[in-house]
């Protein structure tokens, strides 16, 4: 059987390992030689579980998520009665593990004393776990001051995060704001803000701020680049209130510090009140603006920002947790990998010759006969040629269109509603769509480009088989890509990939337009081409207008300018 690099280097520490503790036993070097092949193998387990061990102590002692099964909501302790007719309302009879755990940490015996770090797989419902004990936490305030953050990467993500929210939320008084840049920051600003007699909001003078401004929003469900225009900019935006954190799709957060957010959220929510009223959060005040008064010992605020930092690739970098600034962190994960696929995903490769490569996606998207799937590409540019070329294949009986960050947002809005609706079967994304995104009756998922990292497989793979669905993801790989492929899914734990053979009639079928269709793409690239040198023509200094297309399609590329 043939054994790749890392295996022979496995092997070989495993032997290594094996010579070391024969001698520290005082074994001969002859017994040595004679370990068997199943000893060996044995190490080699040992050696891997221990490698895959987490550097950072807290998280080697995990709570296993799947010790908890699904609870009915009717029997969920303590749940507000209200909430429990919000979830009914949603069509949710029964809660996912994950949501129990949490649950069961924060509101139940846990009573979230420690900050919580979930790594649960895609479409495990982390939302609603951290969604629902923030709402029922909140429930009994009847003041209204900003008290729960939760932040995104993207402008999509917090859209959707925010319809949880605002499922829950109004049903035991609480409102919820949004701050993503959908808007202009003035509508932004009046929603996020009660102003009695406000101009425009903006802070025109550093030290007056009105008494009388206050949040209009219990729960603000924000981006970093427009959470931190607000917290720069907005008058009466104070974040001295806030009780909860959550910090979603944690390693795609803290891998881009946009204007330093993290470390700004922390040290406003930290800082020390001076006001001579204090006065609690359920007394309504009297006098003097409402404050929340934090005491320092030793150097933690108290009362303290309860924290929880969720991905279904959650980092396990010391220097990058390190940021978060976690009180006594829980670690809750599912299983004992580091990485999990969903439990009903199917995972299958097809192999094809590089050049024919978009007609094996049509032939396989023939086979999958219409139902909802996403295809995959490395880029924005091949996302959009792709799309090009497959919508000049004129008899198609599907509708495919392009989703990616290249596009106006509007646009975008415009393609996922029709794709949720049914209107459209196939998206083709760059990897703008492969955190968080949920759409109810994705079958499938196919990475036109394989994936670089085993994190970018999850994530895409992960808009299928979720809830407790099944789902497909198919792999296009050429014959060089097959070793690095199955390395990659290893990470995973992952062997069973079995290979997906498209009907060959299908593709011939295709290929008499083939020609056409490539000709017509490269019209159409031409054309596109010309009319972008158009529009520089027409403007005076070219030079700053290359910077400007430059710098606004950068803007477009980072989901932290979002
Ligand atoms: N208790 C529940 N019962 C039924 N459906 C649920 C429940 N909880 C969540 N869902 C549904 O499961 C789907 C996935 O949930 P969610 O988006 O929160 O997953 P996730 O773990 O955050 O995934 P990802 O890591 O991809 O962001 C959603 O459509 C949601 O409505």
Known sequence: MEESAAEQKGRKKGFRLAKKSSRMSGESS???RELNSSSLETMETEQKKKKSLPVIPWMRDPVDISRYDPLPVDSLPFLDSRLKKALHNMGISSLFPVQVA????????????RDLCINSPTGSGKTLAYALPIVQKLSTRFIKCLRALVVLPTRDLALQVKEVFDALAPAVGLSVGLAVGQSSIADEIAELIRKPTLDAGIWFDSEYVPPELRSAVDILVATPGRLMDHINNTMGFTLEHLHYLVVDETDRLLREAYQ???????QLA??????PFPCTDDIVPTFGVLKTIRSFSRGKPHPRLAKMVLSATLTQDPSKLAQLDLHYPLYLTTG????????HLKSFKVLCKSKLKPLYLLALLETLQGEKC????????????LCTLLNFFDDLQIKIKEYSRLQRQSIRSKTLKAFRAGEIQVLISSDAMTRGMDVEGVKNVINYDMPPFI????????RTARAGQSGRCFTLLHKDEVKRFKRLLQKADNDSCPVYSVPSETMESFRSVYSRALERLKESVESEKRSKGKVKVNIKHPAVTRKKEKASFKEEESPMMK
């Open 30 to 32: 002859t017994s040595t």
């Open 455 to 462: 994190k970018t497989y999850i994530h895409r793979a992960g």
């Open 374 to 385: 996403i295809v995959f590409t490395s880029s924005v540019d091949s996302t959009h040629r």
């Open 270 to 275: 930290y800082s020390q009140n001076q006001s």
């Open 336 to 343: 004992h990998r580091r990485y999990q696929l969903p439990e």
């Open 102 to 113: 949490v649950w069961q940490e924060t509101i139940g015996p846990g009573f979230y004393q």
């Open 260 to 266: 330093s957010w993290l470390p700004n959220v922390l």
